[in-house]
């Protein structure tokens, strides 16, 4: 494809050095050539990640230019996972949905209207068979039972700090994502200048290994915390408009105190994977300009 990467983009790509960070002595002193004005924090994190990517509490990886050995951009990744809110407010109000239409269903003169209305479509010729009255005794009382069981489960775990949910969904969590402000002119003279840094080794180095991740241990999500305190909220249209990450109401993360007030974003791997080869096909093709990363 006349838009895809030609050769000379690919052979540079391959030859970019993507490595964790304790895996040469030499990016010690390689961190104290990485430079963010953005986000002063992300640098501080970097020079404190050694010891936590030595004992594999979070992974953090370096992204190198092959001739100067200069840190183009860094990021982490942790395992993680991602749940939906309380159940048992959720199996609650189904009950009291089931108790009305049960209600309904049994004639009973104070049953709700919409119940009445929605019992109607179930009638032949006029009357409600047994079977449908049946039906909705039995999703009456299987509601009521797990409400039983969420109320036991939760007085009977030993770890009184278990929270219940829904439903949980395995995640990798892209804990760190910053460019090398001191890197602008090695990417500007390389044969990828013509699309971002961050987007490019996004798609090509860090989507990569999560998939290969999840090949080992399922994952559904990758989701990240966009720390923007702007009024434009330029980081997280970023993470949206560039990486297709979004905010869902429907999800939970857990959020630790040091990522305070940043927004929780998320996307679905398989999702991610179909932006990924959009990107790499469409590589070439002419973009309209648009406002980078402030802290990619």
Not at 84 to 94: I, L, N
Not at 132 to 144: E, M, P
Not at 218 to 243: H, I, M, N, P, T
Request: aromatic share 10%.
């Amino acid at each position: 494809m006349l838009d895809s990467m030609n050769e000379e983009q690919v052979a540079y790509l391959s030859s970019l050095i993507c490595q964790r960070l304790h895996a040469a002595i030499e990016n010690r002193n390689l961190i104290g050539f990485f430079v963010n004005h953005n986000n002063d924090g992300l640098v501080r994190d970097l020079h404190l990640g050694w010891k936590q990517d030595q004992n594999g509490e979070t992974a953090y990886y370096v992204v190198k230019d092959p001739q100067t050995h200069m840190i183009l951009l860094y990021f982490s990744l942790r395992c993680g996972s991602l749940h939906t809110p309380d159940p048992y407010q959720r199996y609650q109000a189904d009950f009291k949905k089931a108790e009305a239409l049960y209600d309904a269903a049994l004639g009973k003169k104070d049953a709700r209207k919409w119940a009445l209305e929605r019992i109607e479509g179930y009638k032949e010729n006029g009357v409600l068979p047994q079977r449908i009255i049946d039906k909705f005794r039995k999703q009456r009382d299987d509601l009521k039972a797990m409400l039983k069981a969420l109320k036991r489960d939760h007085g009977s775990d030993p770890s009184q700090n278990t929270v219940q949910t829904l439903e949980n969904f395995s995640g990798v969590e892209m804990v760190h994502f910053c460019k090398n402000e001191l890197a602008k002119n090695i990417w500007e003279n390389s044969p990828l200048k013509n699309r971002p840094l961050g987007e490019t080794l996004f798609w090509c180095f860090i989507l990569p290994i999560i998939q290969e991740t999840s090949r080992m241990v399922g994952c559904k999500y990758v989701y990240l915390f966009a720390a923007d305190s702007s009024k434009e909220q330029s980081l997280v249209a970023y993470y949206r408009d560039c990486l297709h990450f979004e905010i869902r109401e429907d999800l939970c993360a857990q959020k630790p105190a040091y990522d305070v007030c940043c927004a929780s974003m998320c996307q679905e791997l398989k999702v991610l994977e179909r932006y990924q080869t959009d990107f790499i096909n469409c590589f070439n093709r002419p973009r309209p300009p648009k406002d980078e990363n402030p802290q990619e």
